[in-house]
């Protein structure tokens, strides 16, 4: 069983930034590609940012490029997600996602395995 725990989120103000971890447990994390993506209120669930087994490969939406970024601490069993210049917009409960076969969990339906979701909020 694979299991995700998030940590990370809370309250912020525009312009600010929060780093996101998620902790893996079961087989070794170096075993999962692993994303974020985040829902907000009335919204469906998108994808924000995915890292590759390796961590040599990453991917992020256009909304986030060039604020956030992913990373990985394959001997923490860590993934990373670091938001700079929050904005309104980024509120959301962001959450964890892995597939178990390395492929890169760009789109809902590639993810084998959640995480219970931590809350974001940005305040203007």
């Known amino acids: 069983q694979v299991q995700l725990v998030e940590s990370g989120g809370g309250l912020v103000q525009a312009g600010g930034s929060l780093r996101l971890s998620c902790t893996t447990s079961?087989?070794?994390?170096?075993?999962?590609?692993m994303g974020w993506f985040r829902q907000a209120p009335g919204k469906e669930r998108e994808f924000v940012a995915a890292?590759?087994?390796?961590?040599?490969?990453?991917a992020v939406s256009d909304s986030v490029k060039g604020r956030f970024t992913i990373s990985r601490d394959n001997a923490k069993n860590t993934v990373y997600l670091q938001m700079n210049s929050l904005k309104p917009e980024d509120t959301a409960v962001y959450s964890c996602?892995?597939?178990?076969?390395?492929?890169?969990?760009?789109?809902?339906?590639?993810?084998?395995?959640w995480g219970q979701g931590t809350q974001v909020t940005v305040s203007s």
């Open positions: 890292i590759s087994r390796s961590g040599g490969s990453t």
């Open positions: 079961g087989r070794t994390s170096n075993s999962y590609a």
């Open positions: 996602a892995a597939n178990v076969r390395g492929v890169v969990v760009t789109r809902v339906n590639f993810v084998d395995y």
